[in-house]
């Protein structure tokens, strides 16, 4: 069974750091493109951030590019998501998605908050 799991989320102030992780199980993660997106009420859900599984390559929105960094570590099935100088507007719920294999995690909130 295929599960995707987040953790790390919680209250930051404007221009603090938040570090994401998203632990994976029941697939061969190393092999997997794994993307974060991000979901605020009322609004689609939106791409935040990929990683490519066999070259690493990295993808990021135009919105968070110089600001997050995406990095795995396939020995802990673990994609990571930095977050540095974080603004009100990063406020969401973030999912990590195992694109092939249709699976999502929970979501874990986080809240840019002075």
């Known amino acids: 069974q295929v599960q995707l799991v987040e953790s790390g989320g919680g209250l930051v102030r404007p221009g603090g750091s938040l570090r994401l992780s998203c632990v994976g199980s029941?697939?061969?993660?190393?092999?997997?493109?794994i993307k974060w997106h991000r979901q605020v009420p009322g609004k689609e859900r939106e791409f935040v951030a990929g990683?490519?599984?066999?070259?690493?390559?990295?993808t990021y929105a135009d919105s968070v590019k110089g600001r997050f960094t995406i990095s795995r570590d396939n020995a802990k099935k673990t994609v990571y998501l930095q977050m540095n100088s974080v603004k009100p507007e990063d406020t969401a719920v973030y999912y990590c998605?195992?694109?092939?294999?249709?699976?999502w995690g929970q979501g874990t909130q986080v809240t840019v908050s002075s």
């Open positions: 029941g697939f061969a993660f190393s092999s997997y493109t």
């Open positions: 990683i490519i599984g066999s070259l690493g390559t990295t």
């Open positions: 998605q195992a694109p092939a294999t249709g699976s």
